[in-house]
């Protein structure tokens, strides 16, 4: 009798045992860590169960990838900001040129006004210098001549040149140390005009007209 029921408490724990087996199996391919699958697919339909997979978001998106993604995307923002520097530092190039383009045509237009001024300066002077050395050459002509030849010559000119031509021989008659003709050949020309030319040379500086 004891060993009877000794068997059959044997047979009970060995059905559990196996309950228990089939029940963690089932729970485990439910989870999906164990793939017994095939083994079990008749008992799923009857229960109207669906096996998990160990298919996650991870593993269909792997971090690997999220971490490529995230190295190119901050590429991408790195390589955006180079250009948009390097875009400005074109920018103020370009604005540095045509800035330095505006300055360097300014400075050849002041060096060109300031050649042709020099250039004019210059005849102005040349110019000068030869009427000067004309003047010369008319005094010392006028003095080497007859009073009233030299007076006839004196009034057939303008009151200008008669006026600087007076001025030289007066200047002349200084520097040698004799008397000036002028005060002569004035008195010798018509009285209008000898009038004429006493005020002007009173009242005008000399000129190179």
């Not at 007076?166 to 000036?180: M, P």
Request: charged content about 30%; aromatic content about 6%.
């Amino acid at each position: 009798m004891a060993r009877g029921n000794s068997l059959g408490k044997s047979v009970v724990l060995l059905f559990l045992i196996v309950i228990l087996a089939l029940g963690g199996l089932l729970w485990f391919d439910f989870l999906g860590v164990l793939r017994v699958k095939s083994l079990f697919n008749p008992i799923y339909k009857a229960l109207g169960w669906q096996r998990q997979t160990s298919t996650t978001a991870t593993s269909s998106k792997p971090l690997t990838a999220d971490l490529d993604q995230d190295r190119l995307d901050k590429q991408r923002e790195a390589l955006d900001l180079y250009r948009e520097e390097l875009e400005k530092r074109e920018a103020d190039t370009s604005s540095i040129e045509e800035q330095n383009q505006r300055l360097a045509q300014e400075i050849a237009d002041r060096e060109k006004n300031l050649e042709e001024r020099e250039k004019t300066f210059n005849n102005t002077v040349k110019m000068f210098d030869d009427r000067n050395v004309n003047i010369e050459q008319i005094a010392a002509n006028l003095e080497g001549m007859q009073p009233l030849k030299a007076v006839d010559i004196l009034v057939a000119m303008d009151d200008q040149l008669a006026i600087d031509v007076l001025r030289k021989v007066t200047e002349r008659a200084q520097n040698n140390g004799v008397a000036s003709m002028v005060p002569y050949w004035l008195s010798l020309m018509p009285a209008d005009r000898a009038a004429v030319i006493q005020r002007k040379m009173t009242v005008k500086p000399s000129s190179i007209d």
